[in-house]
């Protein structure tokens, strides 16, 4: 099947410890995003990643980091740096210079 | 900042139509409405999008407001797994920025 694979769909890290979130698509798609979402509230992007080996920061960029290596993998990174990192984790993807975008399933990232 | 406004929550009965309001009055020509849902603890789901005409596919339809400044998604028999938050989002039609999500209306189908 087509689609954006997460995982995991659960992830508990020490405060601390860096954690590294995967999102893998097989859509063919040139551009992937990761966004955050707080309970009760809207997605906030945090970087975003047009081409390989490019990517800009998102409105929430502080504390975290990507990597576009391949076309179908858009890793992200939650490192010691970001202060309030326990979110839910949206990855999404879409066509080049095409606007609908297409979400994989999240990953809720709880940190102790 | 999201530039649309919708209610906070609605209720449907199941197997009725569930419509949904949007305001955009600070819509641009070369804008397009986007519908998006997420159903709880699931990333957001890609509904429909319109220009000016109205639309149609498998999920719902689309009607735009002459002015533009409006909108409403109609579910056309809700049922319990529509269920759901439902985004209503304005961007241009090329590009890959950023989707911007408000906090949405959420919809409660009940029995």
């Known amino acids: 099947d087509g689609g954006i694979t997460q995982s995991p769909k659960y992830l508990f890290r020490k405060e601390g410890q860096n954690v590294t979130l995967s999102c893998e698509q097989n859509?063919?798609?040139?551009?992937m995003y990761w966004y955050r979402q707080d309970p009760g509230q809207g997605l906030r992007l945090i970087y975003y990643?047009?081409?390989?080996?490019?990517?800009q920061k998102g409105d929430i960029a502080e504390g975290y980091s990507v990597s576009r290596e391949k076309k179908e993998s858009f890793p992200l990174t939650v490192t010691s740096a970001q202060k309030n990192p326990t979110a839910f984790y949206l990855c999404?993807?879409?066509?080049?210079?095409?606007?609908?975008?297409?979400f994989g399933p999240g990953t809720r990232l709880t940190v102790l | 900042d999201a530039k649309t406004t919708q209610p906070p929550s609605m209720d449907c009965a199941e197997g009725r139509a569930a419509n949904l309001p949007c305001n955009h009055s600070?819509?641009?020509?070369?804008?397009?409405v986007y519908w998006y849902r997420q159903i709880h603890s699931q990333g957001p789901q890609y509904i429909i999008h319109?220009?000016?005409n109205n639309e149609t596919n498998e999920m719902a339809s689309l009607i735009i407001t002459e002015d533009r400044k409006s909108s409403t998604l109609i579910l056309p028999h809700a049922t319990l797994r529509d269920t759901a938050v439902y985004y209503c989002?304005?961007?241009?039609?090329?590009?890959?920025?950023?989707?911007?999500f408000g906090t949405g209306t959420r919809l409660q189908v009940f029995p």
């Open positions: 859509l063919n798609h040139d551009a």
């Open positions: 989002i304005v961007r241009v039609a090329e590009g890959n920025d950023k989707l911007i």
């Open positions: 319109g220009l000016k």
């Open positions: 999404a993807s879409s066509m080049a210079r095409g606007p609908t975008q297409y």
């Open positions: 600070t819509i641009s020509g070369n804008e397009y």
């Open positions: 990643s047009q081409i390989v080996n490019d990517f």
